[in-house]
C-alpha cells in the first residue's frame, strides 16, 4: 500500500491485516485427478444360493459395477448386501435372467433403472458428474425359435435409442450388422471415444461361480471435475489515478482527516496509530480516487 506524508511525497507502509486489498482468489480441488471404476461381466449360470459367493468374488477383485447373466431368478426386484445392490430381470419361469450389480457407495448415484425383457436390462449412473450408461444383455443362442430372437433384438432396439453412440459399437453379433456368424462368448462393449479410458481388461478364471464362464473385468478411468470455488473480490482503489491534481487532493483529504483524530492518534499504541492512518488513507483514498 503506498501512502502520501503532509509533504506530498509517496513513502510505504506495511500491510496489515486490516488494510489488506481484497483479492481475487481461485481455489482447486486437490484430489482431483481420474477416478478409477472397476467393472466387470459374468456369465454365472444361475445365482441360485450363489449369492454371497458373488459378492465375496466382486469384493475380493475390487469390482465396482458388473453385469451378469443366465440369473435364472424369476421376477424384478432389486437386492442389498455385502457392500453391493443388485437390480435384476427375470421371468417367470426362472429362464434366462440378467443382473446389474453397483458398490454400495454407487447406489445413490443411480437415476434409472430400465428392464426390457428376461434377458436385456439397463442402468443409469453418475459417475464423476458423467451419466453412464450400463447395459447387461444376454443375446440368444442357437436353440430359440427366429421369432424370439426377433423379440431380443428389439428390445435392444428400443433400448438403443436411449442410449448415446450405442448404434455405433453394436451390431448383430460383433462389429457392422450381419448374419449369423462367428461368435463371443463373455466380452465388455464400450464406445470406440471411451477407449483410452479402458485399462486393463483380462479374464479371471477358476472362480467359484461359474465353471465355464470366466469373469471378465476391466479398470475404466473417470475424470474427476474439479470443482472451482467461486472467485472473491473485493473493491480496489485504483492508485493509478494518484497523479496531478489527485496527488494534491488526497493529501489534503488526510491532513484534514488527521487533525480530526489527533487526541485519538496521541492516546493510541503504535499498532493503533497505524491501522488509524491506514483507515484514514483507505476511505480518502476511495472518494478521491475511485475504485473498481
Known sequence: IEAVDSDGHL????????????????SYDKSAGPRRIRVGSWNVRSLTRKLLKLCDTLGRHKVDIACFQETKWKGSRAREGN????WYSGSSNARNGVGIILAGRLKDNVVRVTRRRDSIMAILVVIEGETTNVISAYAPQVG???????????????????TQGFTEVLGLEIGTRKEWGSQQIDYLLVRRGDLRACKDCRAYPGEACSSQHRLVIMDELFERRRHRREATRRPRIL????????????????????AALEEVMSASG???????????????????????
Open 270 to 292: 503504535a499498532d493503533q496509530m497505524w491501522n488509524t492512518l491506514a483507515r484514514v488513507m483507505k476511505d480518502a483514498a476511495k472518494e478521491s480516487l475511485e475504485v473498481a
Open 239 to 258: 492508485w493509478k489515478n494518484l497523479k496531478g491534481e489527485a496527488v494534491e487532493t488526497l493529501r489534503a483529504t488526510v491532513v484534514e482527516r488527521l
Open 11 to 26: 513513502r510505504s507502509c506495511p500491510r496489515l491485516g486490516v488494510v489488506d486489498e481484497g483479492r481475487r482468489t481461485r
Open 83 to 86: 457392500g453391493y445392490m443388485m
Open 144 to 162: 430359440p425359435s427366429d421369432a424370439e430372437k426377433k423379440r431380443f433384438w428389439d428390445a435392444l432396439d428400443e433400448l438403443r435409442t436411449d
